[in-house]
Every structure is written in C-alpha cells, then in structure tokens.
C-alpha cells in the first residue's frame, strides 16, 4: 500500500523555519515525484514546491521562491521542506503528494488530477 506520512507543521512567527517531513512508504520511492501542496480553507489549493526523486528536478511556486527549499534523502524515502522567513500567507494545511508519472512542475501546478498518494495534512501557522 502506497503511503506518506508528513510531519513537521507547527505555530510559528513571522521570519520564523519550520521543516516539513514526508516519509514514503510501499512504493520504489525513486520512481517518483514528490511534493507539498498546501490549502488555506475557503481557497483553492496551491502547489508549493516538487521534486523528483531521481534527478532531483524541482519546482517552486513564485511566492516561496528564495525562501523555501526542497530535498530529498532516497535512503531513507523521505522529502523535505525546508521553509524559511515564513509569513503570516503561508499558514496553511500542508499535505505531500506522490505521482510516478507526471514531472514536478505538473504535479505541483495541474491539481485537480489524480495522484498515487497523498499524505495526511500537516498544519502551518505564522503569526504576525
């Protein structure tokens, strides 16, 4: 059974970091891309940053670029975001996102498509 597991949300302040954890699990972690998507309630969700396993082909949305950054440890099948100088807009619901077929940039922007897996939320709250 294909699944991931994200962690690392938390209450920050505004500049603050937080890393964000994504752990797969049941699948040959290689074989795919994986990102965050993240969902404010009452918005549409967002594509934050992806990244593919293998080459390490990665994808950032305008708004978190320069400040976030994406990586991920093949031998122990986890990815993560780092995230720093956080703002009050990046609170949110974060949830990580598994597909074998697409690129990073498809998966992180085309998201009302199917995917292998999708992680449970992890939440992220920046005050001002």
């Known amino acids: 059974e294909v699944q991931l597991q994200a962690s690392g949300g938390g209450l920050v302040q505004a500049g603050g970091s937080l890393r964000l954890s994504c752990t797969a699990s049941g699948f040959t972690y290689d074989d795919y891309s994986i990102g965050w998507v993240r969902q404010v309630p009452g918005k549409e969700r967002e594509g934050v940053s992806c990244i593919n396993n293998e080459d390490g082909r990665t994808y950032y949305t305008d708004s978190v670029k320069g400040r976030f950054t994406i990586s991920t440890d093949r031998a122990k099948n986890t990815a993560y975001l780092q995230m720093n100088n956080l703002k009050p807009d990046d609170s949110a619901a974060y949830y990580c996102?598994?597909?074998?077929?697409?690129?990073?940039?498809?998966?992180?922007?085309?998201?009302?498509?199917?995917?292998?897996?999708w992680g449970q939320g992890t939440l992220v709250t920046v005050s001002s």
């Open positions: 996102v598994a597909d074998s077929i697409f690129s990073p940039s498809r998966i992180c922007t085309v998201l009302d498509g199917k995917r292998d897996a």
